[in-house]
């Protein structure tokens, strides 16, 4: 099978086992591995010179990883990346800032990576390209002479049209999308958002056409490129998971955590610390619980686990600011001797601690305003104990929603909503509980990560074949009209 080439802005931990890091690394790495290929990207450092790709040969995975300029970090990925095209592809455009300058370290950037990139190319690799960081990388590898076949995988929401258009150069990107061979995205909203803008925007025409098992997928064509779409939702090894929850929960820091709630019950909330992911509005839906129905007060603890990202971007320190405020009111107003209604803590935690404080937790409480999927909802289900799961409260808004039956599913602008649906959890029966738990388990075991992976893989691969037995229908065509042109002459 032909090689993976697999571009991202960061390249996950190259050190064989080392803690697997979030679904991104390990779907992708397994690809890798089995087809043996190379995985590209950003080395995380910024450097007084740009240099030659660092190679780091593991087995049969190349990792090149490259710096950045201190003025292509700025403009790239602190700029264009994250502080317009997150906010508005997040619907927060009252948020996005555009720079001309930044736009232009963006393309920068992605042209820097498709030249260093073209060298390591062989004629039938596969390049699969992932996230908003490298909308233009297929357009800029194009330029460079590259035909292999391309993909693309967006991880965060593709906006309603409308809001798409707020970027200025939201047609320049359009148009970059559409020299992709396929564009995946986490759900059907998604597609039919991207399908939306190139009909409606880009006076482009789409079709319904199927993959080879049957999914549905869409042809778009428009800029004078033809593209397919679809959904590739991405999941997790919920087996894998569970076991790992299971074992790690007779860790002392998980027995003395237990210990310190003495009885209390647990909702836990994990996110990176992002304005996506809902956290004030979850703070004041906690804080009515509280105040509305207080015999609930001493007997129930949000954990928010939140370690900041981005944080020299200035929307992040503002949004860091004001959840410290906010954790401090509450648990002022709340707080007994013995008791603080709000744990917040900003750090990292080991991935197998986190499954384990899911599964002792009776609610997992995942309210982001806007999210691709949120990974955080399916790994909170997943490390739950079978004979005695808890609640996943969810927003309508995660990706995810789409996908988990079982969840308390909630409006995250709606706090009555919000702290009604907490209650409902800490308060239901066992049996709804079970019931809810296995409605998720089945789809997340069906729709693990090796599907979201193989499907896309598959689908990029047909698109090669397609393209290649069209060449061969052309050539043989165009000699078979050379031939009748000698006959007649
Ligand atoms: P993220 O916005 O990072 O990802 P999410 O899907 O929730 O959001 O993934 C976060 C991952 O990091 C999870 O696996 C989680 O367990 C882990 N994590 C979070 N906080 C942690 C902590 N304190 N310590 C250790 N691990 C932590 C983007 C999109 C999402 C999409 C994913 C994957 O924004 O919508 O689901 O990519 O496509």
């Known amino acids: 099978m032909s090689r993976l080439i697999v571009v991202s802005n960061r390249v996950a931990p190259t050190q064989e086992g080392r803690p697997a890091a979030g679904g991104l690394a390990i779907g992708v790495l397994d690809a890798l591995k089995q087809t043996g290929g190379v995985w590209f990207g950003w080395s995380g450092e910024t450097v007084a010179q740009p240099q030659p790709p660092a190679i780091d040969v593991q087995g049969k995975v190349t990792y090149a990883t490259v710096g950045l300029a201190k003025r292509d970090y700025d403009h790239y990925y602190r700029g264009f990346s994250n502080a ?27 042209q820097q990576f498709a030249r260093d990139l073209v060298p390591m190319l062989k004629d039938d690799d596969v390049i699969w390209v992932h996230d908003y960081h490298l909308i233009p990388l297929a357009e800029a ?8 076949p391309i993909g693309f995988f967006l991880h965060i929401p593709f906006p309603a049209p409308e809001v798409f258009r707020a970027v200025p150069p939201h047609a320049e990107l359009a148009k970059a999308l559409m020299a992709y061979d396929l564009i995946g995205f986490q759900t059907d909203s998604d597609v039919q958002a991207f399908r939306d803008y190139v009909t409606r925007e880009a006076m482009g025409t789409s079709a319904d056409v199927r993959a080879a098992d049957g999914r549905p997928v869409v042809r778009l064509t428009a800029y004078g490129r033809t593209a397919k779409a679809a959904a ?26 237990a210990q310190s709630m003495q009885g209390r019950k647990l909702i836990m ?4 610390l ?8 979850r ?10 129905s207080p015999h ?24 860091r600011q004001n959840l410290e405020r ?61 004979s005695d799961p808890g609640v996943l409260v969810l927003s309508q808004f995660a990706g995810a929603a789409e996908q988990m039956p079982g969840a308390l599913v909630v409006n995250p602008f709606d706090m009555l909503q919000m702290s009604e649906a907490i209650e409902r959890a800490l308060s239901m029966p066992l049996a709804e509980r079970q019931a809810r738990y296995r409605d998720m388990m089945g789809p997340l075991r069906k729709n693990d990560l090796s599907v979201w992976r193989d499907s896309f893989l598959d689908d990029l691969r047909a698109i090669e074949a397609e393209t290649i037995a069209h060449a061969r229908v052309k050539r043989a065509a165009s000699s078979s009209h050379g031939r009748r042109d000698q006959v007649k002459a």
Request: charged share 25%; glycine share 4%; proline share 5%.
């Open 274 to 281: 992002d304005y996506s992911k809902g956290l004030a509005e």
């Open 296 to 319: 609930w007060q001493r007997r129930v603890s949000l954990v928010q686990i939140a370690p900041p990202t981005r944080s020299d971007v200035q929307t992040y320190q503002r949004i």
């Open 84 to 110: 317009t095209l997150w906010p508005a592809l997040h619907y927060r455009t009252d948020l996005l800032r555009y720079d001309r300058q930044e736009y232009a370290g963006y393309l920068r950037v992605n």
């Open 141 to 148: 590898l194009r330029e460079a002479g590259v035909r292999n």
């Open 269 to 272: 909330s994990v996110d990176r």
């Open 283 to 292: 703070f004041l839906a906690f804080e009515n619980l509280l105040q509305a």
């Open 232 to 257: 590739y939702p991405i999941g997790i090894y919920p087996d894998a998971i569970a076991q790992a929850a299971e074992q790690f929960s007779t860790r002392k820091a998980v027995t003395e955590f």
């Open 326 to 386: 906010e954790t401090g009111r509450i648990n002022g107003r709340f707080a007994e001797l013995d008791w603080s209604p709000i744990r917040y803590l900003n750090r990292k935690y080991d991935r197998n601690l986190l499954m384990a404080l899911f599964r002792i937790a009776q609610v997992g409480l995942v309210t982001p305003l806007r999210d691709g999927m949120n990974l955080v909802a399916k790994e909170y289900v997943a490390a739950q104990d079978p």
